[in-house]
């Protein structure tokens, strides 16, 4: 599969989802990707300010943000909101 036709979760870097954890989404994301056996198909990408900062952390999916995200309900945000956006 070539990289453009991987589906792409983008997280928040801007300062306010730093801020509120952004990191450890990405890591815990990454882990979950990996557990998924979805290296191939999905990346995990940085992202500029995506707007809603007072709901940090922020990712986007296929154009959806999705807001609150936490190290706390990641796994969760993960299962239920992004997994059904990637099939
Ligand atoms: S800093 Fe993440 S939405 Fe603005």
Redesign the pocket.
Known sequence: MIDSEKKRIYI?M?????LKGGEKVVKIFLELINNYNLTNEVELKGSF?????AQ???VKVNDKLITDVSAENAEEVFKTKILPMLM
């Open positions: 928040c801007g300062s306010a989802c730093h300010c995506l707007g809603p900062c940090a952390v922020v």
